[in-house]
């Protein structure tokens, strides 16, 4: 029976000993944003600084050595101060990051973004280490503006990331390994409206330009032509400067939707004034008149009404 029962013991002991040895480590992780700036559409790029202070017993994660920053084009650490007083190890650090991000422009320039960020430890997986959030306090600097932005939202969290590779170790059965990761996401939003005219007033000009030829005496049926014709190459010319800006997209977005709606009017004005044409050369020259006063207006308000609404639609 004593036998028996030291079995017991010792099987206990041994299976909580095995069982704390595959507990993973804890990180408590914090972050502190200082600056956000260069937003570059083109590049798909933007620079963040900030603080991050690491809090945790295993001296072999040696994070100023094995940080990783996924997604980041470069990090440049500024400075860094480790401290390892009373059994553990706590580790300052200020980081300048460029990320690449992907953007979403389908409702430029009334988008919303989402800024992502994300550490890791590139030596150690999640069966090792694994990160807790600290939570405490602010996470940004709200002193600082990110101009022509403004940040709605900031959310920090910790996951798991998936690798479908072994990184060669031959120990691993399955080509799957997992490292534990801590995250933060920050949503901003455009202050829109001062980009939009500066961007669309071109465009809006020439609509009006080429809508004016309505008012203009059948006579001069030259001049309507050659004011249509014109502003359909300033509309044209107004969409290649928008697109230079922006990175290429597969999806139809609320630039090409203004663009073409008015690439679309004018070429209605166009085909509206050959008509009128043709009616003064059957000398119906008071029905053309007419003519040209309610397709005018008709016109307007359909314009007008599909800009609304899109740009509403884009701005919700």
Request: glycine share 6%; net charge positive.
């Amino acid at each position: 029976m004593k036998h028996t029962l030291l079995l017991v013991v010792g099987l206990i002991f041994t299976t909580s000993i095995f069982a704390q040895k595959n507990v993973p480590d804890t990180v408590s992780t914090g972050i502190y944003i200082t600056s956000i700036h260069d937003i570059d559409f083109k590049q798909k790029e933007y620079t963040i600084k900030f603080w991050l202070w690491l809090k945790y017993k295993n001296k072999d994660f040696d994070f100023l050595q094995n940080l990783e920053v996924p997604q980041a084009k470069s990090v440049d650490k500024s400075f860094s101060t480790i401290d390892t007083s009373n059994g553990r190890v706590y580790i300052l650090m200020k980081l300048d990051c460029v990320m690449k991000d992907s953007w979403k422009i389908n409702n430029f320039p009334f988008d919303r973004q989402k800024l992502r960020l994300s550490i890791e430890n590139s030596q150690f997986d999640s069966k090792s280490l694994v990160f807790v959030a600290d939570t405490l306090g602010k996470h940004f600097d709200p002193r600082f503006t990110l101009r022509g932005w403004t940040i709605d939202s900031f959310d920090i969290s910790t996951g798991i990331k998936a690798y479908e590779t072994t990184f060669g170790d031959e120990s691993v059965d399955t080509p799957h390994t997992e490292y534990s990761t801590f995250k933060v996401k920050v949503g901003i939003k455009r202050d829109a409206m001062g980009l939009f005219w500066k961007m669309f007033l071109g465009m809006y000009v020439a609509f009006l330009i080429a809508y004016v030829c309505f008012y203009i005496h059948a006579d001069g049926i030259d001049s309507r032509f050659g004011l249509s014709v014109g502003a359909l190459f300033a509309v044209i010319g107004n969409k290649y400067i928008i697109d230079s800006s922006l990175p290429e997209s597969v999806s139809f977005t609320l630039v090409d939707t203004l663009h073409g709606i008015t690439l679309l009017f004018i070429l209605l004005v166009v085909s509206a004034t050959a008509l009128s044409l043709k009616m003064v050369k059957k000398n119906k020259i008071n029905q053309a008149h007419k003519f040209d006063i309610t397709t005018a207006q008709i016109l307007l308000f359909i314009y007008v009404a599909l800009n609304m609404y899109f740009i509403l639609q884009a701005n919700g």
